[in-house]
């Protein structure tokens, strides 16, 4: 008997790639240029990719990191932008010597791998977007050195224009050169906000004060002569459109002090930006020594995928923080090295970097929520969807919906939870939460701490938010350009060539093959 086939399937297809490379490194921080310099030596064909100068655009919508609209207009002149970037970056220089193929203002929206569900893809391939085009191109081995991202912590006004985290407090300043305050207060008396003391201090900034709800600070601050107000709470920022200054109270009781500023820096803590390899399929694991879920490696950084290596900040924050750039480009040397030696290339024996980390970061994000959330039900905790604590833990649809709230007053979380483990993936479908352009950045790992507090339970049994393409908001026009092939739109009649889609839903659907879930032929000569 002839074996049916689908025609509207993708089996067949050509996936038009424009370059094919042995190794593409993702990230130029001192992890990813390390990696692509140390596998370029070793006689592999690399890419180098990295998003930044990132548009003007996403930084308005705090993508990747959150710059809380306090960067100035240099950083719409992308030229200048990009001569910043080689700039703060010098060990960029050593890539192009080497023969490394750079790609800065390049971001990678998506991955695709072999696997059960796309035995079509000719070999591994990445897509590729700048500010005009989008593209394909295949790789054999991908190292993903993207670093950290801010953790978001909610707290009364933390929605207002001026509250940056500390990746894009640092980015601003010194990548870009483009920060547009002069007094900040910092948020976080460790090692992540003495961190931004340091970098404020070096590029005459004046820091104001240092708040945390934690009793002990780092005892580093004394040596900068910043004012640590400890054992303190935010109960507002103050101003009108934008940041003038925030009032903080004792957490346990007393007079309001208000501090005048013009930016205020969340940096309670980072997060290793993990994105790409749940997109890849790479396995995960909650290691909130770490920062919080990290892909599970060997010690030369392979992954659970064959062929995905992490390196950097990425595979999980250490207790080095302010990282020292040489333990990072460690490393991402000893990932290209294990990429290079699976590949059949001579690499250097492992150097077996040792890491430690700083013990439970999640106990530090749990008292910060236990004291800004426990009393402000109005509390806003996704931004983008303006998802109140209220809605999230009640789990309310979205108020644009306008429904009946009596109809809600017997479910919450906890109820939820009588239905199986709650996840962040159904908790964003009743509620939004995370589901706005920010893609989650400004919100999943509270919200995680939030349902697992609700429940009485560990962090780590909540599951960790799944990731999509696109991995950064991509417009329209960006996918206009990339046409598809006569051979590849063939027999693409709709989505996926079902028939039955064309029929109203009270028609019964033909037995014919060609209606069952797309057109089947029984016969290949057809």
Request: charged share 20%.
């Amino acid at each position: 008997m002839p074996r049916p086939i689908d025609r509207t399937s993708v089996a067949g297809k050509e996936f038009p790639a424009t370059d094919h490379l042995q190794l593409v490194v993702l990230g130029a921080g001192p992890a990813g240029v390390a990696a692509a310099v140390e596998a370029a030596r070793l006689g592999l064909r690399v890419m180098l990719v990295d998003e930044h100068p990132v548009a003007s655009a996403l930084m308005g919508i705090d993508v990747p990191w959150m710059f809380g609209e306090r960067m100035t207009a240099s950083v719409q002149n992308q030229p200048r932008m990009l001569e910043r970037i080689v700039a703060a970056r010098p060990e960029l220089e050593q890539a192009f010597e080497v023969g490394v193929d750079v790609r800065l203002g390049v971001y990678v929206w998506a991955a695709f791998v072999t696997g059960p569900t796309s035995r079509a893809l000719p070999c591994r391939m990445l897509a590729l977007a700048d500010e005009t085009q989008s593209w394909l191109i295949g790789f054999d081995r991908l190292v993903v050195a993207a670093g950290a991202r801010d953790l978001a912590v909610a707290f009364p006004g933390w929605d207002r224009p001026g509250v940056m985290g500390a990746q894009g407090f640092a980015a601003a300043i010194g990548l870009y050169g483009a920060f547009a305050g002069r007094r900040v207060v910092v948020l976080g008396a460790g090692v992540t906000g003495l961190r931004c003391v340091q970098q404020a201090r070096e590029a005459g900034i004046e820091v104001a004060a240092v708040v945390d709800v934690a009793a002990a600070a780092h005892e580093e601050f004394a040596t900068h002569g910043v004012t640590v107000h400890s054992g303190c709470a935010v109960r507002g920022v103050e101003g009108g459109a934008e940041v003038e200054g925030i009032s903080i109270v004792p957490v346990g009781g007393g007079a309001a002090v208000t501090i005048a500023c013009d930016t205020i820096v969340s940096a309670l803590d980072t997060v290793p930006n993990v994105e790409m390899f749940d997109l890849l399929g790479c396995a995960m694991a909650f290691r909130p020594e770490w920062g919080g879920h990290v892909p599970v490696t060997d010690a030369d950084g392979r992954c659970s995928v064959d062929g995905i290596y992490a390196a950097g900040d990425c595979a999980g924050i250490g207790d080095a923080e302010p990282r020292d750039p040489a333990l990072a480009a460690s490393s991402g040397r000893e990932a290209a090295r294990a990429a290079a030696r699976d590949a059949g290339f001579a690499a250097p024996a492992p150097a077996r970097t040792i890491r430690t980390h700083g013990g439970d970061r999640e106990a530090r994000r749990r008292h910060w929520l236990q004291v800004h959330a426990g009393p402000a039900a109005a509390l806003t905790i996704c931004r983008c969807e303006d998802v109140t604590l209220r809605d999230l833990l009640g789990v309310r649809p979205p108020r644009y919906l306008s429904y009946d709230d009596a109809k809600f007053a017997g479910r919450d979380v906890r109820t939820l939870a009588g239905d199986g483990p709650v996840n962040q993936d159904q908790v964003k479908r009743l509620t939004r939460a995370g589901m706005g352009p920010c893609q989650g950045r400004r919100c999943r790992e509270q919200v995680q701490t939030l349902l697992a507090m609700q429940g009485n339970q560990p962090s780590g049994s909540v599951p960790m938010p799944s990731y999509r393409a696109p991995l950064r908001p991509l417009p329209l026009s960006v996918l206009s350009a990339h046409d598809e092939s006569a051979a590849l739109r063939a027999n693409w009649t709709g989505w996926f060539g079902i028939a039955p889609q064309w029929l109203p839903h009270w028609e019964k659907v033909p037995e014919n093959p060609e209606y069952w879930g797309g057109r089947i032929f029984l016969d290949a000569a057809k």
